[in-house]
């Protein structure tokens, strides 16, 4: 069993950063492959961007490449989305989510795959 607590979410004008944090506990971290996800009104919950449980490999949706860095701290048991050049597009609800390492690493996009969730923070972007 892996606890996740999401952190640091707020309001943020266009073009802002904000940093995501999300604490483990519960199971070994490094156990695990780490995702984020977004869930803006109206919408299906969308992959944002994953990293390896070593931390070498990372992964990023085409919406935030380039503006966004996932990043983890195993002996924190915390990982993190620096987000930078933020849209309004970007507004959403995020959550982080935990995918034991046992799965194909093809998996890392599919929500269904992911079976530890937090509670979500929430990013505002304003025009």
């Known amino acids: 069993q892996v606890q996740l607590v999401e952190s640091g979410g707020g309001l943020v004008q266009a073009g802002g950063s904000l940093r995501l944090s999300c604490a483990a506990s519960g199971r070994t971290f490094s156990s695990y492959r780490m995702g984020w996800f977004r869930q803006a009104p109206g919408l299906e919950r969308e992959f944002v961007a994953a990293?390896?449980?070593?931390?070498?490999?990372?992964y990023y949706a085409d919406s935030v490449k380039g503006r966004f860095t996932i990043s983890r701290d195993n002996a924190k048991n915390t990982v993190y989305l620096q987000m930078n050049s933020l849209k309004p597009e970007d507004t959403a609800v995020y959550y982080c989510?935990?995918?034991?390492?046992?799965?194909?690493?093809?998996?890392?996009?599919?929500?269904?795959?992911?079976?530890?969730w937090g509670q979500g923070t929430q990013v505002t972007v304003s025009s």
């Open positions: 990293i390896s449980w070593s931390g070498i490999s990372t």
């Open positions: 989510a935990a995918q034991d390492k046992t799965y194909n690493s093809s998996s890392i996009y599919r929500i269904s795959a992911y079976g530890y």
